[in-house]
């Protein structure tokens, strides 16, 4: 039961309001006093003749013009629609404490932490948001304030801004602060025109998974530093894509981006690209600048690194070291301000270890490592990235986007994509030129037939060389096995074999605990 008591200012009055609730045992439950001559009252319901006596005993209070029973506090229906505009928000609103803990959430921040109202309220805004420290920002200035943040590797921009109460005196005081987290949105590029090997930022890597989550959250910070970064993943993950979205990110990118492939590159000419020559070397009078010289101040990739010559490797270690070089036929030596990002297919380790990658070019360049995942082990992106793929190539090809097969998502997750996303694109803008009026289906991407030899769960994969098959057989044994005999002894007993041999095996195949 809520009353409106419309009444004078006088001095009293709301005691003699109080004091006839008390006298029938009637609990309060709220009271609200409008400063223009209303007194709000929050009570439990009571029977209706109760009521109807307590009406009258209230208007014959001096002062008392009127009184009436009404639905709602005022406060009420300003709270409900205050809750009710948050929670309409697109973008991520927290209330938070003078003790740095969530008061209140609205459901796009519920949605984005993937909490509910229980869960959030009361726990510290830093677990949530570890970048911003609260206690500086409440030890500090406690002014409105704009940040960048990353959260589940994705970019948002972060407002803080302070709530202070004015008090009699005339005095504010902080009371708590406001915090709104919404999506950065940097660019306006088209969806449809977004290629693989994009040289755009991070806003353009497509994944839902967990494991694609992770390599991004983590890319971005890697990228802001100047130490050499290694990138690892199988062919078609895109490693040249991540190099180029670090550059961007970086505060190099508005220099050069400068990719040499060590793969099947004679040694001479691989110096030559690196390095540059002097004048008067290789009938040149002028002499030409390498790859360093000409991406000083931004970042050189070095791809396929574990595929570099022993002697172009010692060159690549020195300059490591201290950024200085020779061209080809000079004595002087230069300097250059270059961050190396090399990639590679290979375990490194399992180089080294065998003599085949030198050991202190390998722990120079191990510094900072992103392996990417690939796409048979993130099963749950293959699906945004068909999206991306049938968009991009369906408008380069003048064509609407078909309608997908109900099936066709099944069929390529079941698919192992050894050339990963190389692979599902190409096959992609191949089966748009096939399809007509119909759906786009499994038979159109023509996917290379494997022969299935039952073996409990395993499978036999029958394209590639020989080599190939039983490498791929031999994994698939040994990441079985692993999860019911989860460390490298346990397994080498189980197979009969000695343990430095299926550590080995283990660190080659790159195999982990699932």
Not at 64 to 85: A, C, G, W, Y
Not at 152 to 170: A, F, H, N, Q, R
Not at 256 to 263: D, E, G, Q, Y
Not at 360 to 381: K, W
Request: hydrophobic share 40%.
């Amino acid at each position: 039961m809520r009353l409106e008591v419309i009444c004078e200012d006088r001095l009293g009055l709301t005691r003699e309001l109080l004091d006839i609730l008390a006298s029938r045992n009637i609990d309060l439950r709220g009271i609200e006093i409008d400063v223009i001559g209303i007194i709000y009252l929050n009570c439990p319901d009571i029977d209706f003749e109760t009521f109807s006596e307590l009406m009258g005993e209230i208007r014959r209070i001096s002062g008392v013009k009127d009184v009436r029973k009404i639905q709602f506090m005022p406060m009420e229906r300003h709270n409900t629609e205050l809750i009710s505009l948050l929670n309409n928000l697109p973008d991520s609103v927290l209330a938070i404490n003078l003790k740095g803990a969530v008061d209140m959430a609205n459901q796009s921040a519920l949605s984005l932490f993937n909490q509910t109202s229980t869960q959030m309220i009361g726990q510290q805004i830093s677990n949530l948001v570890p970048s911003f420290n609260f206690t500086r920002w409440i030890e500090g200035s406690k002014a409105r304030s704009r940040d960048q943040i990353v959260l589940d590797g994705l970019d948002y921009t972060l407002e803080v801004m302070p709530v202070y109460i004015t008090g009699e005196s005339k005095e504010s005081t902080l009371a708590s602060a406001m915090m709104i987290i919404r999506a950065f949105k940097p660019s306006t590029y088209p969806f449809d025109d977004v290629p693989l090997h994009s040289n755009l930022g991070f806003e353009h890597f497509v994944g839902v998974s967990n494991r694609h989550k992770t390599l991004i959250n983590q890319a971005k910070k890697l990228s802001t530093l100047d130490q050499p970064l290694m990138i690892e993943g199988e062919t078609g993950t895109g490693k040249e894509m991540l190099a180029r979205a670090c550059h961007n990110r970086s505060d190099r990118s508005d220099n050069p981006f400068l990719v040499l492939s060590c793969a099947s590159m004679p040694d001479d000419v691989a110096e030559t690209e690196l390095f540059g020559h002097a004048p008067g070397s290789f009938n040149h009078e002028s002499g030409s600048k390498g790859i360093f010289e000409q991406a000083n101040g931004g970042t050189v990739f070095l791809d396929e690194i574990g595929e570099m010559s022993p002697h172009l490797q010692i060159k690549l270690l020195r300059f490591l070291q201290d950024g200085t070089f020779r061209r080809v036929g000079e004595e002087h030596e230069m300097h250059v301000d270059v961050r190396v990002i090399a990639s590679t297919r290979h375990q490194l380790d399992v180089l080294a270890e065998s003599g085949q990658f030198r050991e202190d070019l390998y722990y120079r360049l191990n510094v900072l490592t992103l392996r990417i995942p690939p796409l048979r082990e993130r099963p749950s992106d293959i699906q945004p990235l068909l999206e991306l793929f049938v968009a991009k190539h369906s408008h380069k090809l003048g064509m609407s986007r078909p309608r997908l097969a109900d099936d066709l998502l099944d069929q390529l997750v079941q698919y192992q994509w050894p050339g990963n996303m190389r692979q599902l694109d190409n096959m992609v803008l191949r089966a748009l030129t096939e399809v007509q009026d119909e759906p786009l289906s499994v038979s159109q991407f023509h996917l290379p037939q494997m022969e299935q030899i039952n073996s409990g769960n395993a499978s036999i994969k029958l394209d590639g060389s020989l080599d190939e098959i039983m490498k791929d057989y031999e994994f698939q044994v040994l990441d079985r096995l692993y999860q019911s005999f989860p460390s490298s002894r346990k397994l080498a007993k189980r197979l009969d074999v000695s343990h430095t041999s299926i550590a080995n095996k283990l660190r080659e195949y790159g195999i982990r605990k699932h």
